[in-house]
């Protein structure tokens, strides 16, 4: 496939790996005129995607974990960092990045487990560990000040922590079909931890049944495409068991009554966005969460959008950030005039 080709196609992306936050890589639509073909460059087109999304792919070492993450957009802007969900990757972001690039400095981690990114084998998967992880690798790259965290699904999870734990250093949060401990939790990919093992893809077939628990309207995915990303979740699927078992630990740690004060604890601007059919976390907990974070912004719902707006519904996603951080960015400027 040519790089005029895949220039035609780009707004067009494949769905990847999803379970708990389900993030995915970009979905890629080819031409009803187009010859099938049995083999793609998947690498090459991945990297195709970023670099049409402004993005560039970069690795670093801190401590014990090599990671791979993209990076756009002119170091002189405020620095977003965009994480995202379970069984997934940074790819997930890359047709709201886009977007994103043109006005700000992008940073897309892999996380440990998923993607690239190289974790020791006896790595601690824990939610609290992969926030301070997070924290290394930001203070690594030097953006660790007023910083713009936006997280999808477990992503929003992790950034939720972050924003608790370092309040003078975020400067925003999104969140976006997060999962945490919420008194209006109530689909079964939140109560028991086997439902979610079954969004684990593990075995050839399992994608398509993740897709359709997903999100509401599944976009077009060539097979080809989609064997070779399942194939690439498979392989990760052990560390995803891992991650899915450290995510129910939580409920030893925490109760509905302390997430909820950790929550209180978040001093940054807030923008909450759900899908209003997700099946995965549903969109009563967004209300919750505008309840317990003191400077959240009415939740923005999506109709007809499941767990997956990063996919369903992107273009809606990328304006209302957008839109949320000039709001943030004016009334930074109103308070320093004063």
Do not use: C
Not at 99 to 120: C, E, F, M, R
Not at 136 to 161: C, D, P
Not at 253 to 261: I, L
Not at 273 to 293: M, Y
């Amino acid at each position: 496939m040519s790089a005029f080709q895949i220039s035609h196609i780009m707004k067009f992306m494949t769905a990847s790996a999803l379970t708990l936050a389900l993030s995915s890589t970009l979905l890629a639509n080819l031409s009803a005129a187009a010859t099938p073909t049995e083999y793609l460059d998947y690498p090459k087109l991945l990297e195709e995607q970023r670099n049409w999304a402004g993005l560039s792919t970069k690795t670093v070492h801190v401590s014990n974990i090599t990671w791979t993450y993209s990076e756009g957009g002119s170091k002189d802007k405020p620095t977003l960092l965009l994480i995202h969900g379970l069984d997934s990757n940074r790819d997930s972001w890359n047709e709201v990045a886009r977007s994103l690039t043109k006005q700000y400095h992008v940073i897309v981690p892999d996380l440990p487990g998923s993607g690239n990114t190289k974790a020791p084998l006896n790595f601690d998967f824990s939610i609290p560990n992969l926030s301070e992880e997070l924290r290394f690798f930001v203070e690594t790259l030097r953006i660790q000040n007023k910083l713009n965290i936006a997280g999808h699904s477990l992503g929003g999870s992790i950034a939720m922590f972050y924003a608790s734990q370092y309040t003078l250093d975020t400067k925003s949060l999104f969140l976006m079909g997060a999962s945490g401990l919420f008194q209006n939790n109530h689909t079964q990919y939140t109560k028991n931890p086997i439902y979610l093992k079954q969004l684990v893809v593990s075995q050839p077939g399992d994608l398509n049944f993740v897709m359709k628990k997903a999100m509401v309207n599944q976009p077009f995915v060539p097979e080809v495409r989609l064997k070779q990303q399942e194939q690439q979740l498979i392989a990760q699927s052990g560390d995803t068991s891992k991650l899915i078992n450290e995510v129910f630990k939580l409920n030893h740690q925490y109760t509905v009554a302390s997430f909820r004060n950790l929550l209180k604890s978040i001093d940054a601007p807030t923008l909450i966005l759900w899908g209003k059919q997700d099946q995965i976390v549903n969109f009563e907990v967004a209300s919750e969460i505008k309840s317990s974070i003191r400077h959240a912004q009415q939740p923005i719902i999506l109709n007809n959008v499941g767990h997956m707006p990063i996919l369903e519904a992107p273009q809606r996603v990328t304006e209302s950030y957008l839109d949320f951080l000039s709001k943030i960015q004016y009334q930074n400027n109103v308070a320093a005039k004063h």
